[in-house]
């Protein structure tokens, strides 16, 4: 019996690949007019259309497979490469992947319209049996297109925290061969890997003899900060620049001292402009104080 009901589905899904592929154009046409591909092919409609016939075809090369709740079916691939590029945009825009899997959802009714009345004159059971088979293959749909609207956010995130990474790691020009960061906030091993990359750079593009890390705005420093900064300051040690870390405030002074982490091979300096008068003064610039405000100079 079970034989018999495996021939029987696989019958029903085979007659619904036909269905979609004698039914395209219509199909496409109404697809076209759908929220998902309306808003994402706002120039011409043409595209659009076309953009519907390769869905249905994929379908299709789904439904005659009979693998109608695979999500993994080589028919699916088509429907990612066009469905996940407008479920990225609709992303990008703001929606969530619950709101772009009804604008999916929406896409059966057009095809279950057409289904009816092409099927209008079988038995009921028939009828019934593929649209069953329509509405599974609809639901399998729906699940791929979630699946990678969610993998299209979960880029979209990775990608904006890079970007501020990047914006919270700026490397400042101070001075002709002098190039500075201020660190504000955590370093962990992510934003680390940003920092010693963006230093490199522009130690190579400013022709950097003296790189500045600045730590006055990093809370605390532990072990594995101080690891990251003594693989920063290696890092600009091979590219031919001496770094100096700056901002090293008495409270983390002490803690460095009780983690027992040397820093030795490391050049300090309390402040800024500590670090910088001493980049300056290592280049033959003299560095002197000016006169105080409100006083003459001798």
């Known amino acids: 019996m079970q034989v018999a009901d495996d021939d029987t589905?696989?019958?029903?899904?085979?007659?619904?690949?036909?269905?979609?592929?004698?039914?395209?154009?219509?199909?496409?046409?109404?697809?076209?007019?759908?929220?998902l591909f309306r808003t994402a092919f706002t120039v011409s409609r043409d595209e659009a259309v076309e953009a519907c016939k390769a869905v249905v075809d994929a379908l299709a090369d789904v439904a005659r497979s009979g693998r109608l709740e695979d999500v993994q079916a080589p028919g699916f691939g088509t429907v990612r490469d066009q469905l996940g590029r407008m479920a990225a945009s609709r992303t990008q825009a703001g929606f969530s992947s619950a709101q772009i899997a009804g604008e999916v959802a929406g896409l059966r009714g057009p095809a279950v319209a057409l289904l009816r009345a092409e099927f209008?004159?079988?038995?009921?059971?028939?009828?019934?049996?593929?649209?069953?088979?329509?509405?599974?293959?609809?639901?399998?749909?729906?699940?791929?297109?979630?699946?990678?609207?969610?993998?299209?956010?979960?880029?979209?995130?990775?990608?904006?925290?890079?970007?501020?990474?990047?914006?919270?790691?700026?490397?400042?020009?101070?001075?002709?061969?002098?190039?500075?960061?201020?660190?504000?906030?955590?370093?962990d091993s992510a934003r680390s890997q940003v920092v010693m990359e963006s230093l490199l750079e522009a130690i190579v593009d400013q022709r950097a003899r003296y790189a500045i890390l600045d730590i006055t705005g990093v809370p605390t420093v532990d072990s594995l900060v101080a690891q990251h900064l003594m693989k920063t300051v290696a890092a600009a040690r091979l590219m031919g620049a001496e770094c100096i870390v700056s901002g090293i405030r008495p409270a983390i002074a002490q803690t460095i001292v009780h983690l027992g982490i040397d820093l030795g091979s490391i050049i300090t300096r309390a402040g800024l402009a500590d670090a910088l008068a001493y980049a300056l003064t290592e280049q033959g610039i003299v560095v002197s104080q000016g006169p105080a405000r409100g006083g003459s100079p001798r």
Do not use: N, Y
Request: glycine share 6%.
């Open 9 to 35: 589905a696989d019958e029903v899904a085979k007659e619904l690949g036909g269905f979609l592929e004698r039914r395209r154009e219509q199909i496409a046409q109404r697809w076209a007019d759908a929220p």
């Open 120 to 187: 209008e004159d079988a038995s009921d059971e028939h009828t019934e049996a593929c649209l069953l088979a329509l509405t599974v293959l609809m639901g399998t749909l729906r699940l791929v297109v979630m699946e990678t609207s969610v993998s299209a956010g979960e880029e979209l995130i990775a990608r904006q925290r890079l970007q501020l990474l990047e914006v919270a790691t700026p490397v400042i020009k101070l001075w002709e061969g002098v190039v500075a960061v201020p660190l504000i906030g955590t370093l």
